[in-house]
């Protein structure tokens, strides 16, 4: 006897309904992870920038993984249970932090709702992909670089590598507030010496995209400082090179636009402490250290800032000057929200002092 409830499956006949409650959905069709995954990410492709793509690719990459270590090859069969199993295996690499987890997760949980959409996975499976949930303390990296180290690399650089790259990338990025992307992204053309302004555009055709395409185009205003520094850039430094696609990048080597990573390496190698005081907190030999050294080594340095480090430190050392909130979300585009959540490191105690200088006493 078949209850009103009960839920009847008729396999491998086509077009036949299954009933969960009174509501009838479509019976699932048989499809391996690997197909997909890929029809996933070609779905998304218009809506997600190369940066991200690449991240749920690489997210997604575990999964498969797991579905091949398993022998899984079709997606209907997979159930909450199995997904409990595949985030135990991921927690079982002792390298993953809680924050990575929670991204993997999440990112899983996304696919598994689109998967749906193609009759790969039961409707209802995406809410059996538990996440985990972090304190505000661990979702929010709280490494960020201090002003006052911050003006010390700013000092050594104008006295020992004025208007160098690294000088002119460390600039943009503490005052400025650019991400990594954006300052790559940058050409010649998007600095206006007369208007004292940098133009910071998405042009994702020619390999420059930046975070928050359209969104985060905008205007930003320069300082004396900062345009002196980029005057003599321009003037007599950066080379004559245009990039592949025949633009001419603000900051620029040899070989025409630096990679990303290249601009991540200069930010690690003027972060090292030994860079501008002669002297390693880590009792390392500094000669023969290759953190100091070698450029590219220098994020193996332990007291080394990464570029998100320089972008969160600038954010909470310009909220701590009592710039207004949204003066500095639309200098550096990010919300509110994210800017309270990820980039504000003041404590409430330093929030309060900076509101009793607004507060008339009667």
């Not at 009759?119 to 002003?147: C, F, G, R, T, Y």
């Not at 390496?265 to 860079?275: A, G, K, R």
């Not at 500095?328 to 929200?337: D, L, P």
Request: net charge negative; aromatic share 8%; proline share 6%.
């Amino acid at each position: 006897m078949i209850y009103p409830f009960q839920s009847r499956c008729f396999p491998g006949i086509p077009g036949v309904f299954v009933r969960f409650g009174s509501y009838p959905t479509m019976a699932l069709e048989p499809i391996d992870p690997e197909t997909t995954v890929e029809l996933y990410l070609e779905d998304r492709e218009t809506e997600l920038s190369k940066r991200s793509l690449y991240g749920h690719k690489s997210r997604l990459g575990h999964f498969l993984r797991w579905c091949d270590q398993q022998e899984m090859t079709n997606m209907n069969d997979l159930s909450g249970r199995d997904l409990h199993r595949f985030r135990l295996w991921r927690r079982s690499d002792g390298d993953l932090k809680p924050i990575s987890e929670k991204t993997q997760m999440d990112t899983l949980r996304v696919f598994i709702r689109w998967a749906a959409t193609i009759d790969a996975v039961p409707a209802d499976l995406h809410a059996k992909v538990v996440s985990p949930s972090l304190s505000d303390e661990s979702e929010s990296k709280d490494v960020m670089i201090d002003s006052q180290v911050a003006e010390r690399i700013l000092d050594y650089l104008s006295s020992y590598e004025y208007a160098s790259i690294r000088h002119v990338c460390f600039t943009l990025m503490w005052r400025a507030l650019l991400r990594r992307g954006a300052v790559r992204a940058l050409d010649v053309s998007d600095y206006d010496p007369e208007e004292m302004s940098l133009r910071v555009r998405h042009r994702p055709d020619t390999n420059t995209p930046i975070k928050n395409q359209q969104r985060g185009e905008r205007f930003i205003a320069l300082s004396d400082e900062v345009c002196a520094v980029l005057d003599d850039w321009l003037a007599d430094v950066r080379p004559d090179v245009q990039d592949k696609h025949g633009r001419q990048p603000l900051l620029a080597t040899s070989e025409g636009r630096p990679h990303e990573s290249t601009v991540q390496n200069y930010i690690y190698s003027v972060t090292t402490p030994c860079l501008i005081t002669d002297d390693c907190p880590h009792d390392r030999v500094i000669n023969e250290c290759d953190a100091a050294n070698v450029r590219t080594g220098a994020s193996k340095c332990p007291s080394s800032h990464s570029p998100h480090a320089i972008r969160r430190g600038a954010i909470t050392h310009w909220l701590s000057s009592d710039i207004p909130e949204p003066v500095i979300t639309a200098r550096a585009n990010v919300s509110s929200e994210v800017l309270k959540k990820h980039y504000d490191e003041r404590s409430e105690r330093e929030k309060m002092e900076q509101r009793r200088k607004y507060i008339t006493q009667a």
